[in-house]
């Protein structure tokens, strides 16, 4: 029984840690794109522009990708108690799809061997 004691606890400590990777994500987006913006205006002549639009863009798709984090999380907090519906949270943009997987695939090894150790049985 002293395991059950430990496991929420434990729970909510690699949850942080899926925050953490969030907000990192959100950085990531704006330096990805901002950067991918600062090469096109290398190639294009045309310094400031693309690099402070892509920054912007990325700040977006940033904001998406935690919005509908929070806004999936909430639904499944709600449809634990009930019988369930069928929604899947509709479509995402496009660029938020991009920073979700970089994020995802940057923040694994850190993540994910964290929360194997932590808490699972």
């Known amino acids: 029984m002293a395991g059950d004691n430990r496991d929420p606890a434990a729970r909510g ?24 913006g600062w090469a096109l205006d290398g190639w294009l002549h045309t310094r400031p522009l ?13 904001f998406m990708n935690i919005y509908y984090r929070v806004k ?3 639904e499944a907090g709600k ?5 369930g519906g069928g929604g899947g949270g509709g479509m995402k943009p496009y660029a938020s799809l991009i920073v979700l997987g970089v994020g ?13 150790g932590s808490g699972r049985r």
């Open 13 to 36: 400590f690699g949850q942080g840690y899926e925050y953490v990777a969030t907000g990192f994500t959100f950085a990531f987006a704006i330096l990805l794109f901002g950067a991918g």
């Open 50 to 62: 693309f690099a402070i639009a892509g920054a912007f863009l990325g700040g977006f798709a940033g």
């Open 79 to 83: 449809g634990e108690g009930g019988g």
């Open 72 to 74: 999936r999380e909430t």
């Open 104 to 116: 995802r695939w940057c923040w694994r090894p850190w993540s994910g061997g964290a929360r194997r």
